[in-house]
């Protein structure tokens, strides 16, 4: 089949490079990017300039896969190319979008005759290789016309349970698990790196790659993080010495907190992850300074200013 393909990056284009080198489907590739573009055409993509142009290229009915970041990029493209395509195409929704803008898209496009899929797509930059787990929402029978790219993109069937994409339901659907599947990662990510710092400050000089390794070999705590972590302490250095401690969300794991508060259900574990993610960014510092004040305040405890943290010890 025919798939147009909108959004280049680093997920994306290692999608249209799967697509292009694993099956017969032809892949026509748009982005901003002339670089990324050509870079895809490489691979095998036809490129093109313009999303009108990527749509005069398919022939219905039509599928066009958007791999942009969230929010405005990608609603600015979803309404576009509802303008382009006609009653029987598909858009597909592949990044990270909030369930709730699904709905909102799906419901629109609907009245167009426009069929809308959201795709949570985890694999990162390893997916070219071992293929992505995809978890997808949206009208059932866009999603059998869709199949036979999903396949291509997941990884091999390794059990009863199949392949590595599933079907959970309309809009929304896919993205609401995919939420949730990142704040869990936010979770598993937290505590990695706060046994990780224990060892670190361990009077023992333990090399924590070594331990990672053995970790991966029959633990309990072994998994493809842990597998990553390995790989980190191996080219960034036993103390990552280089890399600074700021640490970005791409916001599934305040959703997922945000979405879990309104059903009353306690997330301890990822809301301590995300609040570890913003002071990440010293975006505790006032807190933690108020906190010196008040402790010298009520019982005289010392206080160091910035002056004498810098003198040498």
Known sequence: MQLGFVGL???????????????????????LSADAVKQAEGYG???VGSLDELVTELEAPRAV???????????????????????????????????TDDTQRAEALAKRGIDYL????????????????MMVGGAEEAVGRLSSVLDVLAPAASDEHGSGWAYFGPAGAGHYVKMVHNGIEYGLMQAYAEGFDVLDKSEFDIDKAKVAHLWMQGSVVRSWL??????????????????????????????????????????PVMTAALNARLYSRQNGEFTHKMLSALRNQFGGHEMKSRAEQALPS
């Open 226 to 267: 842990c597998e990553l972590a390995a790989r980190a302490f191996e080219v960034e250095g036993n103390g990552l010495a280089q890399l600074d401690a700021y640490t970005a969300d791409s916001g599934e794991g305040r959703w997922t907190i945000e979405d879990a508060m309104d059903k009353d259900v306690p997330t």
């Open 45 to 47: 993509a036809k490129a």
């Open 9 to 31: 990056g680093k997920m994306g284009g290692n999608m249209v490079h799967r697509i292009s080198r694993d099956s017969d489907h032809e892949v026509v590739a748009f982005d």
């Open 118 to 133: 959201d795709v949570g797509t985890s694999g990162g930059v390893w997916g070219i290789d071992v293929g992505y787990c």
């Open 65 to 99: 896969w958007i791999m942009v970041p969230a929010g405005e990029a990608t609603q600015r493209t979803v309404d576009e190319l509802g303008e382009l395509l006609d009653p029987g195409d598909t858009i597909v929704d592949g990044g990270n979008s909030k369930w």
